[in-house]
T-cell receptor
Framework: GALVYQYPRRTICKSGTSMRMECQAV??????VAWYRQSPQKTFELIAL?????????EQNFTQEKFPISHPNLSFSSMTVLNAYLEDRGLYLC?????????????FGPGTRLTVL | QQKVQQSPESLTVSEGAMASLNCTFS??????FRWYRQHSAKGLEVLVS??SDGEKEEGRFTAHLNRANLHVSLHIREPQPSDSAVYLC???????????WGSGTKLIIKP
């Protein structure tokens, strides 16, 4: 079956430092990977969508300078939160999709929960 | 901007009674809607994907889509305490495959 792993599951960092999180697709080829953030009291916000052979597209309020993403192959993606501050805390989810079909399902990892002190 | 409104914010239902959750969306042109369940330990689990008006059943979970009313619902038949979780609806945009999320319903199933 299709599985998505995320590492680490939880992390704590000091304000102003950076942390990197990883997303691994197993059992399928992740042609696109979307990174979402679920902040306290908020729903999921799309940070960026990374599609193989295309530029990474960041949503409004999110930038490559703050959330650089790497998607080097069809099974792995990573995102770094640079200079993390209190407003960056939350649950970061990656959703990986196989294929280009509009009906293709997106599989989610369990998330990386970021706490900023 | 696309928006998805989800209700109720929280819901408590007795074990075995039907649980019903609702979402309204702002634009009916998208043809992809999904219901997810979020467990703290398991992450997001897709329950039902529905692409056209009408009903779609996946086990004990049934989604109803009424595009004219901009409404999609989820009904859980014979819910059990293990079904207690946060349920999220999401609309997927055709143009960029982006998911627009509802704010979630916290469902508690009482034994």
């Amino acid at each position: 079956g299709a599985l998505v792993y995320q590492y680490p599951r939880r992390t704590i960092c000091k304000s102003g430092t950076s942390m990197r999180m990883e997303c691994q697709a197993v059992g399928f080829q992740a042609t696109s990977v979307a990174w979402y953030r679920q902040s306290p009291q908020k729903t999921f916000e799309l940070i960026a969508l990374s599609t193989v052979n295309s530029a990474i597209k960041y949503e409004q309020n999110f930038t490559q300078e703050k959330f650089p993403i790497s998607h080097p192959n069809l099974s792995f993606s990573s995102m770094t939160v640079l200079n993390a501050y209190l407003e960056d805390r939350g649950l970061y989810l990656c959703g990986a999709r196989e294929g280009w079909d509009n009906y293709a399902e997106q599989f989610f990892g369990p998330g990386t929960r970021l706490t900023v002190l | 901007q696309q928006k998805v409104q989800q209700s109720p914010e929280s819901l408590t239902v007795s074990e075995g009674a039907m649980a019903s959750l609702n979402c309204t969306f702002s634009d009916g042109t998208s043809n992809n809607f999904r219901w997810y369940r979020q467990h703290s330990a398991k992450g997001l689990e897709v329950l039902v994907s529905i692409f056209s008006d009408g009903e779609k059943e996946e086990g004990r979970f049934t989604a109803h889509l009424n595009r004219a009313n901009l409404h999609v619902s989820l009904h859980i038949r014979e819910p059990q305490p293990s079904d207690s979780a946060v349920y999220l609806c999401a609309e997927r945009m055709d143009s960029n495959y982006q998911l627009i999320w509802g704010s979630g319903t916290k469902l508690i199933i009482k034994p």
